[in-house]
């Protein structure tokens, strides 16, 4: 039998609260300015001892918010298993100290009932990962996409009910355009549970939020927003600038095509890395500091392979 080590959080990792957190709309919750998703990096095909290095690295420098959905993987479920043996082994002592989101939305299972926004379906899927996540309740639960078939009403009154039975303490949004966003906010609070946060992609390349007034409508209504792919899924980095590398996401052709690679991208990055490094800054902490300073932007979402790329990532907060 192979004994873990026992860990134990920085007891310093709240000195800069300050510059650490901001507060998510009008709710009496700060977030972390930088976020760790789950996405990738912490499925059943990862290395475990990987996924503790990084959210020991995260926690004990203040990233209390873990971002995770029913389907993150692969397989489907796995994001939400490694973090149930996480909280197994490091973070049950601390639990009160994170803020845990998970979501519900793609398809999950087989048949009609695994898939979109219908009552049965998120109350199902919230059931499936409480228990691969080992915990009794998650922090916020979100709609993950709008289903264009359900009412409206229904997926919104069953996330009315999750809240009002314990088992998420806020709800947010994610990938609803603002005309339905702007029903769904008018229906949470006249049922007593105002939407947290919402949650889209956005970075130098994607402006949609910003030019939609999405991003606007949040901060004029007391919502937060969070911004997950602010680095365009590794295109605002330096890693693409000499071509597509074997071992990354974009020679796998998944989420990330090799036809997003122009060579008008190309020159933008590189000027980006140009103007980034005349103020002291990488590729990656330019971009990520560009979608900190938007007007109503909370926290920004960052996946990490490693440690090391995570801290390279947080240093934009102090840039």
């Given at each position: 039998m192979i004994l873990k080590n026992i860990y134990h959080a920085d007891s310093h990792r709240y000195d800069n609260e300050a510059s650490l957190y901001a507060r998510c709309g009008r709710s009496g919750i700060l977030l972390p300015r930088i976020s760790l998703g789950f996405w990738h990096n912490f499925g059943g095909i990862d290395s475990y001892e990987n996924c503790r290095a990084i959210t020991h690295y995260a926690f004990d420098h203040g990233i209390t918010h873990f971002d995770?959905?029913?389907?993150?993987?692969p397989p489907y479920g796995s994001a939400e298993e490694t973090l149930?043996?996480?909280?197994?082994?490091?973070?049950?002592?601390?639990?009160?100290?994170?803020?845990i989101s998970t979501k519900a939305g793609y398809d999950m299972w087989p048949g009609p009932y695994g898939n979109w926004g219908s009552r049965k379906y998120l109350f199902a899927s919230l059931e499936q990962s409480l228990k691969r996540m080992h915990l009794d309740y998650v922090d916020l639960f979100y709609s993950h996409r709008l289903d264009p078939v359900t009412p409206l009403e229904e997926t919104l009154q069953a996330l009315v009910d999750i809240v009002r039975q314990g088992k998420a303490l806020y709800i947010g949004i994610?990938?609803?355009?603002?005309?339905?966003?702007?029903?769904?906010?008018?229906?949470?609070?006249?049922?007593?549970?105002?939407?947290?946060?919402?949650?889209?992609?956005?970075?130098?390349?994607?402006?949609?939020?910003?030019?939609?007034?999405?991003?606007?409508?949040?901060?004029?209504?007391?919502?937060g927003f969070i911004a997950f792919s602010p680095l365009a899924q590794g295109l605002l980095t330096d890693?693409?600038?000499?071509?597509?590398?074997k071992d990354s996401r974009m020679a796998?052709?998944?989420f990330l095509t090799s036809d997003r690679l122009t060579p008008e991208l190309q020159e933008y990055v590189l000027k980006l890395r140009e103007e980034a490094a005349t103020h002291?800054?990488?590729?990656?902490?330019?971009?990520?500091?560009?979608?900190?300073?938007?007007?109503?932007?909370?926290s920004v979402l960052v996946g990490a392979s490693s440690a090391e790329q995570l801290k390279q990532n947080i240093r934009c907060i102090d840039l």
């Open positions: 995770l959905a029913n389907n993150y993987g149930g043996h996480l909280m197994d082994d490091d973070f049950k002592p601390y639990r009160d100290e994170l803020f994610s990938n609803w355009p603002l005309e339905q966003l702007k029903v769904g906010v008018e229906y949470l609070n006249r049922n007593n549970v105002p939407l947290l946060i919402y949650q889209g992609r956005l970075n130098m390349i994607d402006r949609k939020h910003i030019e939609t007034g999405l991003l606007s409508f949040c901060k004029d209504n007391g919502i890693r693409y600038l000499n071509g597509i590398p796998r052709e998944h002291g800054q990488s590729t990656s902490e330019a971009a990520l500091r560009w979608v900190l300073k938007q007007d109503g932007v909370t």
